[in-house]
């Protein structure tokens, strides 16, 4: 079946569940975007089941850490890679490393972990060879958009040289499917509402997102030259337990929880497209398990949240009142975007299922568990080679942006 023949069946049939796609289609012209979609004549991969040894980059992180666990929780076996940086509190991706080691204890060969640089030419072959893995899941990179401003170069070489170092890497020992982490901050200086993988990207508005936007392209010359199979995912916000303590959700959390202040750009009508941890691993192995040629995707819930009801959600869920601090509009804030998940859903299966209110109370409620627990600790406001981040301490009030900006 392909694709064509696919987006014919689902829009004869009325029987198919596309509860969350619809609601996107409602504002989308979708006789548009599927006669776009159409043209293409995408022939559907059939996903490979069976056993794999799935290579993992940034698997201490956030969202690396919960695909590894649904990798072995499934029977694959996972090698992680991880260079495990200070850009948030390392305790946490150690914390990550400790719950992987432990659902594998005792079976030997399941989970190998390297701790380096993605782009040690030495420490990498050697990573290569030793664990020869024919799948490969690639989710490190220095992440967040403003300290891309403050520091680009570490971003060049982490996610553009590192992206390209795997790659070159994956092609000479025949990875059979390449999947990277892209980000929906590709689409920062577009001023559409629904975000589809056919829009022009060619304007990104950080370091950050060039250096995402500057993988994909990569991607693509690999795919060209080499026939890798690659595919990159946009995704949109990801937040759950484990989260980054930089992201919103986490910090709205957290200051809520600890009362304290949070501002709150304009009127709060501002609406962003939150995605639970559990929906993107979802989307991820998807991906890992189709082979495309090449493909892009975005990774959303596909519709958005308003700031107003975020922090709504997060008070209630969090038993407290937040201390708000109402700030004028920002210029160039858009006021509602989010993720077209259309095409996802077609060639993946992918369907978010995880509402935002169900997602905030299983965030705030890990959040209470991991502090009772002394399991996680603010970070502090200076990453150790000086560089900013996310502040969260209480003398940096001020200093606090809790805008939404996509990732
Ligand atoms: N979390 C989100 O909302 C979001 C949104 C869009 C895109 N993304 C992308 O998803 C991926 C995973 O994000 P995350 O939220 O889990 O971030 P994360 O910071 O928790 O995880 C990234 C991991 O990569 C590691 N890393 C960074 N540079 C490395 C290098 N040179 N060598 C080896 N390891 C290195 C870090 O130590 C970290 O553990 C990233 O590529 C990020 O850009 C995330």
Not at 186 to 192: D, K, L, R, W
Not at 307 to 315: C, E, R, Y
Not at 330 to 339: E, F, H, L, N, R
Request: aromatic letters at 10%; one cysteine or more; proline letters at 4%.
């Amino acid at each position: 079946m392909t694709y064509t023949d696919t987006i014919k069946s689902l829009n004869n049939n009325q029987s198919i569940d596309l509860e969350d796609t619809t609601s996107v289609s409602s504002s989308v012209s979708s006789s548009e975007t599927d006669s776009l979609l159409l043209e293409k004549e995408i022939e559907l991969v059939e996903p490979h089941v069976g056993y794999k040894k799935v290579l993992v980059t940034g698997g201490a992180g956030f969202i690396g850490s919960h695909v590894a666990e649904y990798l072995l929780n499934r029977g694959d076996d996972v090698v992680i890679v991880d260079e495990m940086n200070d850009y948030y509190d390392v305790k946490i991706k150690e914390g990550n490393l400790k719950l992987l080691e432990e659902m594998v204890e005792g079976q030997e060969g399941r989970l190998s972990i390297y701790k380096g640089d993605i782009c040690d030419e030495a420490f990498m072959l050697d990573a290569f060879e030793k664990e020869k893995p024919e799948w490969v899941c690639h989710m490190a990179a220095r992440a967040g958009v403003r300290p891309s401003i403050q520091d680009p170069y570490i971003y060049i070489h982490s996610n553009i040289k590192g992206t390209t170092h795997l790659m070159e890497l994956s092609h000479k020992f025949g990875v059979k499917n390449f999947v990277f982490a892209s980000s929906s901050s590709v689409y920062g200086g577009s001023s559409s509402t629904y975000f589809s993988e056919e829009e022009n990207v060619d304007n990104p508005v950080s370091p950050y997102a060039a250096s995402k936007k500057a993988c994909e392209l990569l991607a693509y010359t690999y795919h060209h030259l080499y026939n890798l199979n690659v595919t990159g995912l946009r995704f949109f916000t990801v937040y759950g337990p484990r989260g980054r303590p930089d992201m919103a959700p986490f910090k709205f959390i957290d200051r809520v929880s600890r009362g304290l202040e949070l501002q709150q750009f304009g009127d709060g009508s501002s609406s962003r497209d939150y995605t639970f941890i559990s929906d993107i691993v979802d989307g991820v192995v998807r991906s890992i398990d189709r082979p495309y040629p090449y493909q892009i995707f975005n990774l959303g819930k596909g519709n958005g949240t308003s700031l107003k009801d975020f922090i709504d959600l997060v008070q209630k869920h969090v038993g407290k009142k937040a201390n708000i601090k109402m700030m004028p509009d920002q210029p160039g804030d858009v006021p509602y975007t989010c993720a077209d998940v259309r095409k996802a859903s077609y060639l993946l299966g992918y369907k978010a299922k995880v509402s935002f209110e169900e997602g905030i109370s299983k965030t705030a409620s890990w959040y209470r568990h991991a502090f009772e627990k002394d399991l996680i600790e603010i970070c502090p406001e200076r990453q150790a080679n000086g560089l900013g981040r996310a502040p969260s301490a209480p003398s940096l009030v001020s200093l606090v942006d809790v805008r939404q900006s996509p990732q």
